[in-house]
């Protein structure tokens, strides 16, 4: 099936809503099982430490789900990736609060995050799919509609703790409610002859090689932890430094987090239409450069209300980042779509998991805000490395159809849209 990629056709505005329909789905369900961590925790008798070993089965199920998802992308094509781990996301959801025990809820961690990773990773791919055929930037909005997901999957979450609801009975609810919708949604996501006009290699190399991997890949990479180290210590421990570090109520303390979410899902809704008025490097430059800077004022001050104003800037200020480096990864020239963006969902979940370790480790040294200035740093070298993001090929189309490489570099003025009568 050949795609018009000179505009935006009927079939394609479809899989824009469609992918970013399940895109909300997927964070739902995920933020839909961490809000009854607390009831799993107590009708297991589990201690934290026991909790916390538990969890490590969030950290093998990624490993070896995302290559392996990688490979069945480029292998059978992303739409087919994207309905699979969606099924086997929302019939995951569940198992966690039918566990028995510790060795059991391990496992069901394990199966239900190796799902929901996978699924992430092949909604990348059919985000840059879906991109390269539609006639203006959109893949941030489709990063605005998970975060917008899993806020919904919280709140949902905490009304049915807060009504007693029991964990699989609310689990099984979302999951069979989540399933409907996605398989509804998903039929609406182009074909996989799509994928073909996107990734030019062979179907047979699924992903990257040893040369490739030397490359912009592993600056996108580096890029891709920076950025979610960050995110991952704001979301663990904004609430601890505002209570314990900054000697604010437990009511403010949250707010923290909410705050830093809610700006961030707001900055991707606009992410696409800044990027492509000054262009995707100079837009997540100068905004992560702000954030840095704004959060090393705010430490200084010491304030819980300027820490929340800091977290916010921070927020936004990384808005644009991981949607722009999944982005990349899908159109570097002579890596594989799939295998390029799952390398670096890889790198992404390694800083997910060093990001709350490595910022209790510096706390511990240097104090809770020695290790938010730190983190600061982390979000000056992610601006620092920005420029990685000029690599990508520049077959994807603007709204004003200058090639998007030019306009990433900030070489390129992008032009405006020209409106009859004004």
Not at 163 to 180: I, M, Q
């Amino acid at each position: 099936m050949k795609l018009d990629t000179s505009r935006a056709t009927p079939r394609v505005r479809h899989a824009r809503r469609a992918i970013t329909l399940t895109s909300f789905i997927h964070s739902a369900v995920y933020t839909s099982w961490v809000a009854r961590i607390p009831q799993v925790q107590d009708a297991l008798g589990l201690s934290t430490a026991e909790l916390s070993e538990a969890f490590l089965g969030l950290t093998f199920g990624p490993l070896l789900s995302i290559p392996l998802v990688g490979w069945a992308t480029h292998r059978y094509g992303s739409r087919v990736a994207v309905r699979l781990t969606l099924l086997a996301s929302c019939v995951t959801l569940g198992l966690p609060a039918l566990a028995g025990n510790l060795a059991t809820l391990f496992v069901c961690l394990a199966l239900f995050s190796a799902a929901t990773a996978g699924l992430s990773m092949a909604l990348n791919a059919h985000g840059v799919t879906v991109q390269a055929h539609y006639r203006r930037p959109m893949f941030a909005t489709v990063h605005a509609a998970n975060s917008f997901g899993g806020v919904l999957g919280s709140v949902a979450g905490a009304i049915a703790a807060a009504a007693s609801v029991p964990p699989a009975t609310h689990l099984g609810c979302a999951a069979a409610l989540c399933t409907v919708v996605g398989i509804v949604s998903t039929r609406w996501l182009l074909p996989g002859a799509s994928d073909r006009g996107v990734d030019r290699r062979p179907r047979g190399l699924s992903l990257p090689d040893r040369q490739t991997l030397t490359g912009p890949l592993l600056g996108l990479g580096m890029l891709a932890l920076c950025v979610i180290v960050v995110e991952s210590a704001v979301t663990n421990w904004s609430a601890i430094y505002l209570s314990d570090g900054l000697g604010a109520g437990t009511a403010v303390a949250s707010a923290g987090f909410i705050v830093f979410a809610s700006a961030m899902a707001t900055g991707r809704m606009f992410a696409d239409r800044v990027g492509a008025r000054f262009g995707t490097v100079r837009t997540v430059r100068t905004a992560a450069t702000v954030a840095a800077l704004t959060l090393i004022t705010t430490v200084t001050i010491g304030h819980p209300v300027a820490a929340i104003i800091g977290l916010a800037v921070l927020g936004a200020g990384l808005s644009a980042l991981v949607p722009a480096t999944m982005r990349a990864a899908g159109e570097l020239p002579d890596v594989p779509r799939a295998g390029g963006i799952a390398a670096v969902s890889t790198a992404g979940y390694l800083g997910g998991l060093a990001g709350p370790a490595s910022f209790g480790f510096t706390a511990g040294v240097v104090g809770l805000s020695g290790a938010f200035a730190g983190m600061a740093l982390l979000v000056l070298l992610a601006a620092g490395l920005a420029g990685i993001l000029a690599v990508a090929r520049a077959s994807v189309p603007t709204a004003g159809g200058v090639p998007e490489q030019q306009i990433r570099a900030g070489n390129v003025e992008p032009p405006r849209e020209h409106h009859p009568g004004r």
